[in-house]
């Protein structure tokens, strides 16, 4: 592998509430996740996020979720497919709109949180986003987990599906994400992360919670913007990638 995507969940500062620090994030990823409005953000945040990725040429991502302020996007709704399907198109229009204001442009999708992890399996709320996807531009694609209901539907509809992993996430033997509840879910220590990433990107495989070797295939790393230290360890992530002979580059 030569280069991969790095990207990162960024935009979900509030008002006065700030989350992450954006501008630094961008000068070690290569693509951004912006919060649409659902999970996070407001519209001047979102619109200055966009203005600085612009900038610093990193790639807009429209980082569709839950409606849910309160809970940050991070738990399960029982929502009607037809309703999830509609505020998925709501918030990769508003982020269209945002992006083409400072002149860039939405170039794929990732879900958030709850979502994210829900559509790992849950078949009819997968559909309904990528109904919604393939409604908004078929040419849009999806991020998600290898193995994911989401992106066996997207690659069924004709959508680009690509593999994402984790650079700050523990991972169960069958793949899926360790949940945030358990000790040991979120990865701090920065040799520990590199070390995964570079697993990753150089071997395809990933250390599980039990300690087994897992096969995963990823085009995309992503280092989350909001974990304490963030824009150290993706720093460090960058570096690590940089010193093995693999760079950085967005999958679109």
Same mark, same amino acid.
């Given at each position: 592998?030569?280069?991969?995507?790095?990207?990162?969940?960024?935009?979900?500062?509030?008002?006065?509430?700030?989350?992450?620090?954006?501008?630094?994030?961008?000068?070690?990823?290569?693509?951004?996740?912006?919060?649409?409005?659902?999970?996070?953000?407001?519209?001047?945040?979102?619109?200055?996020?966009?203005?600085?990725?612009?900038?610093?040429?990193?790639?807009?991502?429209?980082?569709?979720?839950?409606?849910?302020?309160?809970?940050?996007?991070?738990?399960f709704l029982d929502i009607e497919p037809s309703d999830l399907a509609d505020d998925v198109v709501y918030q990769i229009g508003a982020l269209q709109a945002l992006?083409?204001?400072?002149?860039?442009?939405?170039?794929?999708?990732?879900?958030?949180?709850?979502?994210?992890? +829900?559509? /790992?399996?849950?078949?009819?709320?997968?559909? *309904?986003?990528?109904?919604? =996807? !393939?409604?908004? #531009?078929?040419? &849009?694609?999806?991020?998600?987990?290898?193995?994911?209901?989401?992106?066996?539907?997207a690659e069924a509809a004709g959508l680009r599906a690509v593999t994402e992993a984790f650079a700050d996430r523990a991972y169960n033997p069958d793949g899926t994400l360790v949940s945030r509840t358990l000790p040991g879910a979120?990865?701090?220590?920065? +040799?520990? /992360?590199?070390?995964?990433?570079?697993?990753? *990107?150089?071997?395809?495989? =990933? !250390?599980?919670? #039990?300690?087994? &070797?897992?096969?995963?295939?990823?085009?995309?790393?992503?280092?989350?913007?909001?974990?304490?230290?963030?824009?150290?360890?993706?720093?460090?992530?960058?570096?690590?990638?940089?010193?093995?002979?693999?760079?950085?580059?967005?999958?679109?």
């Amino acid at each position: 592998m030569n280069s991969i995507d790095l990207n990162s969940d960024v935009g979900e500062s509030f008002g006065r509430w700030s989350l992450g620090d954006d501008t630094a994030m961008f000068s070690s990823v290569s693509s951004a996740n912006v919060a649409c409005g659902f999970h996070a953000g407001d519209p001047s945040g979102i619109r200055k996020t966009c203005r600085e990725a612009v900038a610093a040429g990193v790639t807009i991502g429209a980082h569709v979720g839950y409606r849910d302020l309160a809970g940050f996007g991070r738990r399960f709704l029982d929502i009607e497919p037809s309703d999830l399907a509609d505020d998925v198109v709501y918030q990769i229009g508003a982020l269209q709109a945002l992006a083409a204001a400072e002149g860039g442009k939405v170039t794929y999708v990732k879900p958030h949180g709850g979502l994210y992890n +829900a559509i /790992v399996a849950h078949t009819a709320q997968a559909k *309904a986003v990528v109904d919604a =996807v !393939r409604s908004v #531009d078929p040419d &849009l694609p999806i991020l998600g987990l290898p193995g994911s209901e989401v992106l066996r539907l997207a690659e069924a509809a004709g959508l680009r599906a690509v593999t994402e992993a984790f650079a700050d996430r523990a991972y169960n033997p069958d793949g899926t994400l360790v949940s945030r509840t358990l000790p040991g879910a979120v990865l701090h220590d920065l +040799a520990e /992360v590199t070390e995964h990433v570079l697993r990753i *990107a150089a071997d395809s495989t =990933v !250390r599980t919670i #039990d300690g087994s &070797l897992l096969k995963i295939r990823a085009e995309s790393i992503c280092v989350h913007g909001d974990s304490p230290g963030a824009v150290a360890m993706a720093a460090a992530v960058r570096e690590a990638l940089r010193a093995a002979g693999i760079g950085t580059a967005p999958f679109v």
